[in-house]
């Protein structure tokens, strides 16, 4: 079962959010059949998705996380809303890298860095909030941090990783330290200390549990435990979206691929369950619309 925990720490001077989300990247890589660097990116990603997720305000909130940053394996999508669901796809899972001289999966490579990380948050209101912040490294984590600064006034620390073995992910997860008013110097040059244990996140949590590693690197920090959440990944698709998507083709082009194909089929990028439309049917979706 995925988590998300959060914690206050140094007298609620600073934010914790610890997620572990192996189970949805592996439910991912299987969904998807993504090569290890796209398993690695689209993991990244959904981490940072869950963060999102686990911020919205109001009950029927979503949102779109786009990262666009024109490399092989093309835009990264994230999509979830309240409730912690989260889903997402990338362009092209099977793109693989070679691993970097360090041994690395080339997630940076990847994605590429010249594009954007673009986040949309719908409340339900008239006018979505939209933020985009220009790409660091494609590296995703980076990225972020620098998109929850830019566009949100955030200053954190984000640490996201997805670690592979032969059956998928081992571990896959992330942690972002957020700075609140009123922290010091002092308790910064602490934070930045402690950040350096979490540049191989998902390595540390193949070894220990997430309680275990917030109690051996916050507990003496004045730790306060928030909540505990849980995290699915979870796909929102259904007949009547997918419906809304051929209505969007045009009576024309869905017509032609049925001349074509003798059917319509349309598959969820986001699951990649298959919809299929016989002419009779896609006749009744003009008829009612
Ligand atoms: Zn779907």
Not at 6 to 14: H, M, R, T, V
Not at 168 to 178: H, Y
Not at 215 to 241: I, M, T
Request: proline share 2%; aromatic share 8%.
């Amino acid at each position: 079962m995925d988590k998300i925990y959060k914690a206050l720490i140094f007298d609620k001077k600073a934010r914790i959010t610890f997620i572990d989300g192996t189970c949805a990247v592996n439910q991912a890589i299987k969904m998807h059949k993504l090569s290890p660097t796209a398993a690695a990116a689209l993991g990244r990603a959904l981490i940072a998705g869950a963060y999102i997720a686990t911020n919205l305000k109001g009950k029927r909130s979503s949102f779109t996380l786009i990262i666009k940053g024109g490399g092989p394996i093309g835009n990264i999508v994230v999509a979830g809303g309240s409730g912690n669901k989260i889903r997402g796809f990338v362009a092209n899972p099977y793109v693989d890298m070679p691993l970097k001289d360090n041994g690395k999966l080339d997630v940076g490579g990847a994605v590429g860095k010249n594009g954007f990380l673009t986040v949309i948050k719908d409340y339900g209101l008239k006018k979505p909030y939209n933020g985009s912040c220009e790409l660091v490294s494609g590296e995703i984590a980076e990225d972020f941090a620098m998109y929850l600064l830019k566009s949100e006034g955030i200053k954190s620390a984000v640490s996201l990783g997805v670690k592979l073995d032969k059956n998928g992910a081992a571990a896959a997860g992330g942690l972002i330290v957020e700075a609140l008013p009123g922290i010091d110097e002092n308790m910064l040059v602490i934070l930045e200390d402690v950040m350096r244990n979490f540049t191989e996140i998902s390595n540390l949590m193949t070894q220990k549990s997430a309680e275990q590693i917030l109690d051996y690197y916050f507990g003496h920090l004045n730790y306060q435990k928030l909540a505990e959440e849980e995290l699915v990944l979870e796909c929102n698709c259904s007949k009547e979206r997918i419906e809304n998507i051929i209505k969007g083709l045009g009576k024309e082009e869905a017509y032609d691929i049925i001349k074509e194909t003798g059917k319509l089929e349309i598959d969820c990028q986001f699951c990649s369950q298959k919809y299929v439309y016989t002419k009779e049917e896609v006749d009744k979706i003009w008829e009612m619309s």
